[in-house]
């Protein structure tokens, strides 16, 4: 249904809203069945958390000219949820061995949990995001981000050789001009609305095909590029998401990535490895 026909529209007129269809289809695709009021104080009333003020100089920014988002997330509500997962990411990187922590940019992938969901339901759909979909995104040297850069410039090259030359000409790589959008799931592109509905696919069929989606903004937009003396001036702002075109065009270029370089692409939110794979992968080409 998400993918042929898009979840139906749902208008919500207060801050207190109900249980929205969104947000129970993004809880049963990651997992999350059950919700601890409990918890969730308990980590609240530790107080701050090491990465306090860190939480405290992103969150004021957080989607700042989007109104509807103003309107239903204030930044307490922000800042509560973000410093709760601190304390229950500290202890979730001790017993798996793993450096998750607060990274800029984990505002703007809270953002869309808070606007479709109640607080505690939110929180804990966030932290099972993080901790299963993309830990990597979140280390302190953001290595499943920069695993998904390379990735992009490699599947750009095979999908549009023409366009990745062009932009390689004008020394872009994906390191500079897709940094916020990979690291955001396109997040930081407005509008809103658009984005939930491109979420509502990553979530169903895996975080990883962003990848492939920014990519595909890039295609959508690919004259203007081409023409352009200055394509970081495009770049710096994207067009507005259209996420039924973004999908489509996604699915199709899905089927032209070859086995191998998807595989890496399917693993690079979580898997460590493919930093070396990767590496073998090029030197191959």
């Known amino acids: 249904m998400i993918l042929i026909e898009g979840l139906p529209e749902e208008v919500f007129q207060h801050l207190i809203r109900p249980t929205s269809l969104r947000s129970r289809i993004w809880k049963h695709f990651l997992g999350v069945y059950h919700v601890s009021a409990n918890e969730y104080v308990h980590l609240i009333k530790k107080g701050k958390s090491c990465v306090y003020d860190k939480v405290r100089n992103d969150t004021f920014r957080t989607l700042a000219t989007d109104k509807k988002f103003l309107e239903r997330v204030n930044e307490e509500m922000l800042i509560r949820v973000l410093n709760a997962l601190a304390w229950k990411m500290k202890s979730f990187s001790a017993c798996e061995n793993q450096s998750i922590t607060y990274v800029q940019g984990m505002n703007v992938l809270a953002a869309p949990f808070l606007f479709t969901m109640s607080e505690i339901d939110a929180f804990f759909s966030f932290a099972t995001f993080i901790q299963t979909c993309c830990p990597l995104y979140v280390t302190p040297t953001l290595q499943g981000v920069h695993f998904g850069l390379k990735l992009l410039d490699q599947c750009l090259q095979i999908l549009d050789p023409k366009l990745f030359n062009y932009l390689k000409s004008k020394n872009l790589t994906a390191e500079i001009y897709a940094l916020s959008s990979v690291l955001t799931l396109c997040a930081c592109t407005p509008p809103l609305e658009q984005v939930l509905k491109l979420w509502d696919f990553l979530l169903a069929y895996g975080v990883h095909l962003n990848i492939l989606c920014v990519i595909a903004q890039l295609i959508l937009m690919r004259d203007q590029l081409l023409e352009a003396q200055s394509p970081m001036k495009l770049l710096r702002t994207m067009p507005e998401l259209n996420a039924k075109s973004v999908i489509n065009l996604t699915v199709q270029l899905v089927?032209?990535?070859p086995?191998?370089?998807y595989d890496l692409?399917?693993?690079?939110?979580f898997?460590?490895?493919?930093e070396n794979a990767l590496k073998n992968f090029t030197k191959k080409k």
């Open 265 to 269: 692409l399917v693993r690079h939110p």
């Open 271 to 274: 898997d460590p490895s493919v």
């Open 255 to 257: 089927q032209q990535i």
């Open 259 to 261: 086995d191998k370089l």
